[in-house]
């Protein structure tokens, strides 16, 4: 039988058709609409496009029609009003609002609320008589309300710390006291990575193969620990470094000899030393110690808890995961070994940091965060 409807493409239309039709992330039922057409378009009967399309005739009739009266838009799927609901808005947002609240707070000895925990919660409560838990997932969902989930924050408690952290993010935009710094000024981002275990594992590993991943014994002899101290030139992407048996002033001041005693630092204008405030170089006794051994160093610290704003921990970062994971070592020596021959070999190749974190992302973190503040009395 002949279609009444007469199918003809513009070019737009044809190359919207023929793009739904071959892509792969169309669903199924547009991809069908769209061949549908473009049979239709080519001449083909209605009897013919449904038995290629596997649908029957009056599937492609429909779609026929639709297109002859609003072309494109014709090949949406018309509004629906669905099943009526079961339960009321208010109950929704009863139960929404129980997932929002801590599980402790109300007696309930729970750390964290999971879908099932609180279908059955809000029909102890009353709210509904019954609720499966799928329903609650849908309702969560529809909000991103995740109960089970967490994550960890620390609110900013140095008073100064706008001001700590905005001059050295002045720093890696080369910026000291409001002025740019000189090709003969430095910025050295220093720290110390503590606890670094020598696991020789009680049987080798074996290399990763065909459908099998890299297998690393369980077992392990523990060979002791030793402390890798690294100085990253910021803008020069440049790191030196040295291992100590542990963390202290003294590792920390060898450090400090090590790079200060060799060019270009030795000779330069001014090297500012960025670092956090753990104990071998906190407090103003450590920056009066640094310019007494070296008058052009400059000791500054972070603000407390900003450890993720020092640039080295970047590539301590980048050792963890390339150098020391899976741990699988011989002894201290070896693991020495493989740092230092690691730090030789990233040098060769590195790259500054492509540093994006400035005065204004700083400013709106803190507003972000201060909104997490409670009333003061």
């Keep these: 039988m ?6 003809v493409l513009s070019d737009a239309e044809e190359h919207e058709l023929s793009r739904r039709a071959r892509r792969v992330r169309t669903e199924v039922r547009d991809a069908r609409r769209a061949r549908i057409i473009l049979a239709a378009a080519r ?28 072309r494109l838009e014709g090949l949406r799927d018309l509004p629906r009003s669905g099943r009526p609901p079961v339960f009321e808005a208010t109950t929704v947002a009863e139960i929404k609002a129980l997932a929002c609240q801590l599980p402790a707070e109300t007696c309930v000895p729970l750390s964290r609320w999971s879908h099932a925990e609180l279908a059955a919660e809000a029909a102890d409560r009353g709210i509904v008589e019954a609720i499966s838990a799928s329903t609650v997932r849908r309702w969560l969902d529809a909000d991103a309300i995740r109960p089970w989930q ?51 594992r009680r049987h080798p590993g074996l290399p990763p193969g065909l459908g099998r991943a890299r297998r690393v014994e369980f077992e392990y002899r523990r060979g002791g620990t030793l402390a890798y101290l690294a100085a990253y030139d910021v803008h020069h992407a440049r790191v030196i470094g040295r291992c100590a048996p542990t963390t202290g002033i003294a590792p920390f001041t060898a450090l400090v000899e090590q790079v200060m ?11 500012f030393w960025v670092v956090d405030n753990g104990s071998s170089h906190s407090g103003a006794a450590s920056v009066q110690r640094m310019n007494d051994a070296f008058p052009n160093a400059t000791l500054v610290h972070l603000p407390v808890h900003a450890s993720w704003l020092n640039q080295v921990e970047i590539y301590f970062s980048i050792v963890q995961r390339k150098v020391v994971k899976p741990q699988d070592f011989l002894d201290l020596e070896t693991l020495e070994n493989r ?4 730090q030789e070999r990233y040098n060769a190749t590195a790259v500054p940091f492509d540093w994006r974190f400035g005065r204004a992302a700083l400013h709106d973190l803190l507003e972000r965060v201060g909104r997490h503040e409670p009333a003061t009395a």
């Design 2 to 7: 002949i279609s009444p409807f007469t199918t």
């Design 43 to 70: 001449g083909a009967t209605n009897a013919g496009i449904a038995r290629n399309e596997g649908v029957h005739v009056d599937t492609v009739r429909k779609w026929r029609s639709r297109f002859a009266e609003r």
């Design 150 to 200: 967490h994550r960890s924050w620390i609110f900013p408690r140095d008073r100064d710390f706008a001001f700590k952290a905005g001059r050295v993010l002045d720093f890696y935009a080369r910026i000291w006291d409001g002025e740019p710094l000189g090709e003969d000024d430095y910025v050295i981002s220093a720290d110390e990575k503590s606890q670094l275990q020598a696991l020789h």
């Design 261 to 271: 005693t060799c060019e270009p630092y030795k000779s330069a204008r001014r090297v």
């Design 339 to 342: 740092l230092l021959t690691f």
